[in-house]
């Protein structure tokens, strides 16, 4: 079993920036496929951006240029770097990796963008 150690979200106003972390408590390096999640009020969660094994990243259209998905295999740790921040991204946001056999969430990180 996996499991996370997340921050960074809070409150927000719009045009501002937040950085979302998520340490694993295992080698990330071995997931094939690795995650951020959002769910706002009232929505379906979302996939926001994507990480494949080798490194090639995925963003859903409405956070592209504003959204970057990093990783650090030694701290075993995903970041997702949110920049030029809307109301509409208001929302839980998760972590999630996988491999074929196995998926594991993280519990969420509030963001809220607010004036």
């Known amino acids: 079993q996996v499991q996370f150690v997340e921050s960074g979200g809070g409150l927000v106003q719009p045009g501002g920036s937040l950085r979302l972390s998520c340490a694993a408590s295992?080698?990330?390096?071995?997931?094939?496929?690795m995650n951020w999640y959002r769910q706002g009020p009232g929505k379906q969660r979302e996939l926001v951006a994507r990480m494949r094994y080798d490194g090639s990243t995925y963003y859903v259209e409405s956070v592209k240029g504003r959204c970057t998905f990093s990783r650090d295999n030694a701290k075993n740790t995903l970041v997702l770097q949110m920049e030029s921040l809307k109301p509409e991204d208001t929302a839980m946001y998760y972590c999630n990796v996988r491999t074929r056999q196995e998926d594991y969430w993280g519990q969420g990180i509030q963001v809220t963008v607010s004036s």
């Open positions: 295992d080698n990330i390096a071995r997931f094939t496929t």
